[in-house]
């Protein structure tokens, strides 16, 4: 769980990804060393996963957005996710419970690129059947903001 602290900070550090540490406490209104000892924490929890910059895929060169499922031959998991981890326009997988066994984020050149990724996935015997879609656009984009305030612990009395 998150205090308000905790709260303010990540959603701070969201909006302001270069911020320093100094600059972070002064918009926060607590001591920088408070700021750097939550940070710690919030990091060695595994509540803060990544300093690095959000990468806009279609700005290098790859427009199209699409999720792939994949149903999975019994046993061969881990063979499938060795494929998948190949593919560098495979950005993320998730193991799902329903028909499919994992869904894949996937970004593509064009159509035609597209096509050739989904082949390379389903070139490997592990996985029997993809069915894809292809992103039109992005209603709501990825955000925590919205959970962070959610995820507050009332303060004890």
């Known amino acids: 769980m998150l205090d308000a602290l905790d709260s303010r900070l990540l959603t701070t550090m969201r909006a302001h990804p270069r911020?320093?540490?100094?600059?972070?406490?002064?918009?926060?209104?607590?001591a920088r060393g408070t700021v750097q000892a939550r940070v710690e924490k919030l990091t060695a929890r595994g509540v803060i996963t990544d300093f690095g910059p959000a990468i806009a895929t279609e700005e290098i060169g790859y427009?199209?957005?699409?999720?792939?499922?994949?149903q999975i031959a019994q046993g061969r998991l881990t063979e499938a996710v060795e494929t998948l981890a190949e593919i560098p326009e495979i950005l993320e997988v998730h193991g799902t419970s329903g028909q499919a066994d994992?869904?894949?984020?996937?970004?593509?050149?064009?159509?035609?690129h597209l096509q050739e990724i989904i082949a390379r996935i389903l070139a490997s015997p592990a996985v029997r059947r993809t069915d894809t879609t292809i992103a039109l656009s992005t209603q709501i984009p990825y955000r925590v903001e919205p959970l962070l305030k959610a995820a507050v612990t009332p303060a004890a009395p």
């Not at 911020?19 to 607590?30: D, K, P, Q, S, Y």
């Not at 427009?63 to 994949?70: K, M, Q, V, Y």
């Open 19 to 30: 911020i320093g540490l100094t600059e972070l406490a002064r918009l926060l209104g607590v």
């Open 63 to 70: 427009p199209i957005l699409a999720f792939a499922s994949l």
């Open 102 to 112: 994992l869904l894949c984020r996937v970004v593509a050149h064009s159509t035609p």
